[in-house]
T-cell receptor
Framework: DQQVKQNSPSLSVQEGRISILNCDYT??????FLWYKKYPAEGPTFLIS?????DKNEDGRFTVFLNKSAKHLSLHIVPSQPGDSAVYFC???????????????FGQGTILTVHP | NAGVTQTPKFRVLKTGQSMTLLCAQD?????MYWYRQDPGMGLRLIHY???????AKGEVPDGYNVSRLKKQNFLLGLESAAPSQTSVYFC??????????????FGDGTRLSIL
């Protein structure tokens, strides 16, 4: 039972345009969401997060949106750059008051390719 | 700053052999985790630890054991390797404070093949 799903295995965009990566979850106990970026032969790198008390969080070119009623989050990258080409994982954690011990449930990942 | 270091980076085992994967972190983090990544399945939690001397099972713990004798180290053991354990293994650590857990920091992975 996949509690966190990324339904698009891949996404291709032109440099300078917007990249939108999507993620859906089923567990209503999740209250902290993260995006990780992964290059080949490296470990995932933390990109941006959002708590369930917010619906938007920005960090430079990266913005994460959370729609709790739809159990959906998205990552927007504007403008996209060739160096953004990587696998992007969304992840979710429940009980941010400490009861989940930070355990993460990951989506399957989306391969983003940004063409020059 | 090394962050999270995993050794070895690659290993090939025969079915039935045993081995230990080592994870070391230099960030003084309380929490540590072991994940495996398989094609099309994202990362799945094997075991985790919330402090020195403590361990707990994650989503896919069968066939693995762990130990956290020192705060900075988290060991993952395979007692009798099986082909189904062929995977890329990632270790991660995170800080905790005021009831919240920070983002996890990952090592670069160990690619393990079981023949």
């Amino acid at each position: 039972d996949q509690q966190v799903k990324q339904n698009s295995p891949s996404l291709s965009v032109q440099e300078g345009r917007i990249s939108i990566l999507n993620c859906d979850y089923t567990n209503s106990m999740f209250d902290y969401f993260l995006w990780y970026k992964k290059y080949p032969a490296e470990g995932p790198t933390f990109l941006i997060s959002i708590s369930s008390i917010k619906d938007k969080n920005e960090d430079g070119r990266f913005t994460v949106f959370l729609n709790k009623s739809a159990k959906h989050l998205s990552l927007h990258i504007v403008p996209s750059q060739p160096g953004d080409s990587a696998v992007y994982f969304c992840a979710a954690s429940g009980g941010a008051g400490g009861t989940s011990y930070g355990k993460l449930t990951f989506g399957q990942g989306t391969i983003l390719t940004v063409h020059p | 700053n090394a962050g999270v270091t995993q050794t070895p980076k690659f290993r090939v085992l025969k079915t039935g052999q045993s081995m230990t994967l080592l994870c070391a972190q230099d960030m003084n983090h309380e929490y540590m985790y072991w994940y495996r990544q398989d094609p099309g399945m994202g990362l799945r939690l094997i075991h985790y630890s919330v402090g020195e001397g403590t361990t707990a099972k994650g989503e896919v713990p069968d066939g693995y054991n762990v130990s956290r004798l020192k705060k900075q180290n988290f060991l993952l053991g395979l007692e009798s390797a099986a082909p189904s354990q062929t995977s890329v293994y990632f270790c991660a650590s995170s800080a905790t404070g005021r009831g919240l857990t920070g983002p996890q920091h990952f090592g670069d992975g160990t690619r393990l093949s079981i023949l």
